[in-house]
């Protein structure tokens, strides 16, 4: 059973559409995160995100914006993108309590053209 | 705010050789936790190792283990006896518990893209 999951794998886009990668886990976490991966590999935390706090890094548009429609789930939505959001999105989600065990998703590649 | 510094891009290894990967970390917080993760070149994140502040041991998972030195601050990650599959960027993160559970999330080093050659 995979613990993270994502979809899409890889999505291509135009400038300026409106796009959404999904996240879920089924590991009964209560902590989900959104990262990002640039073209030179550096990962960046975007979003965390527990059913009573959401904790927005203050370098992320607003454009970008997390939607949690459960517990399992955290949806990234992306509006008007640009070609410097092409890069790779990370999801991962952990225990409120257990902070140690951080599983991520696969990750999903978004290029935009 | 935390720092991550990683200061080798790149290294070469023979291998079956011992490997030694440096991080250094930058907080004035006494509760942090540190990570290690293996991300190959298919992508995927795959966690290796993991060391609380108030951890009095070295962490070690099978032939993975931390050298944490917390007065210089700094938490390699040593790999006994190299593998070919081993080649692949590693990544030290640290994350900071809120005291009422939860955390903002990892702060990443911008990595060390290791190979390993045979």
């Known amino acids: 059973d995979t613990a993270v999951s994502q979809t899409p794998k890889y999505l291509v886009t135009q400038m300026g559409n409106d796009k959404s990668i999904k996240c879920e886990q089924n590991l009964g976490h209560d902590t989900m995160y959104w990262y990002k991966q640039d073209s030179k590999k550096f990962l960046k935390i975007m979003f965390s995100y527990n059913n009573k706090e959401l904790i927005i890094n203050e370098t992320v548009p607003n454009r970008f914006s997390p939607k949690s429609p459960d517990k399992a789930h955290l949806n990234l939505h992306i509006n008007s993108l640009e070609l410097g959001d092409s890069a790779v999105y990370f999801c991962a989600s952990s225990q409120l309590t257990r902070v140690d065990e951080q599983y991520f998703g696969p990750g999903t590649r978004l290029t935009v053209t | 705010a935390q720092k991550i510094t990683q200061t080798q891009p790149g290294m070469f290894v023979q291998e079956k050789e011992a490997v030694t990967l440096d991080c250094t970390y930058d907080t004035s917080d006494q509760s942090y936790g540190l990570f290690w993760y293996k991300q190959p070149s298919s992508g995927e994140m795959i966690f290796l190792i993991y060391q609380g502040s108030y951890d009095e041991q070295n962490a070690t998972e099978g032939r993975y283990s931390l050298n944490f030195q917390k007065a210089r601050k700094s938490a390699n990650l040593v790999i006994s006896a190299s593998q070919l599959g081993d080649s692949a960027m590693y990544f030290c993160?640290?994350?900071?518990?809120?005291?009422?559970?939860?955390?903002?999330?990892?702060?990443f080093g911008k990595g060390t893209h290791l190979i390993i050659q045979p």
């Open positions: 993160a640290m994350i900071m518990p809120h005291s009422g559970g939860g955390a903002d999330g990892l702060t």
